[in-house]
């Protein structure tokens, strides 16, 4: 059981205006969340630099593995996804950046990916829009998305959803233009983000990476 509910905050892909937007909100609420870098995208033009990501790590940001590239994993054979979940990893390491789990990208797996998984990371996450209570599978963590301002009530619900379960609840964003919903600007993002920061504090909810999470979990 959790001691307490618990929302964790995942900015997938590791977009530069993380840093630029999100992280100078997050400091105004004092709390943390988690970035998941694809390697070969970081210090890249519109992603966070290699400096953003480890001045994040130092104020107790997690920063995720997401692979190398961000690939259909279940496309790739065994070597081509060990290569993907490994290489990531110690690219990343070599750049001084903790790396425990994992996000599939497109939530995209399968029993060989989850058992690769399992060989370098603590735990991965999936999407499934349901929120995690025990027993928990660690290799399939359940998510939901918050890309979509539409979507506040439901968000709010899966709120009241852990607290009332003592749960815990992965909200995770894209924080990008996304093509998937063209009429969504960053700020509307931003927006829905500080009324779910703000629904989750009203409540008495403990923000904290999935690290923190887990490491209370199973007193690591
Ligand atoms: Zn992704």
New binding site residues.
Partial sequence: MFKSSIVSFVF??GYEGIYTDIKPIFDIKNIVGCI?I?SDYLNSPTYMSRSQCLELQNKGWEIMG?TKT?PHLTTLTKKEIKYELQKSKTDLEENNLIITNL?Y??HDYNKMVRKIAKDYYCSARRGYTKINNFPLDLYSLNSILIDNPKDLSRTLKFVDTIKDTVGWAIFYMHYCLSEEFPTITLQDKINNLINVINYIQTKNIQILTIKKTLERIFNV
């Fill in positions: 997938d892909d998941a694809i997401h961000h996000v990208p497109y």
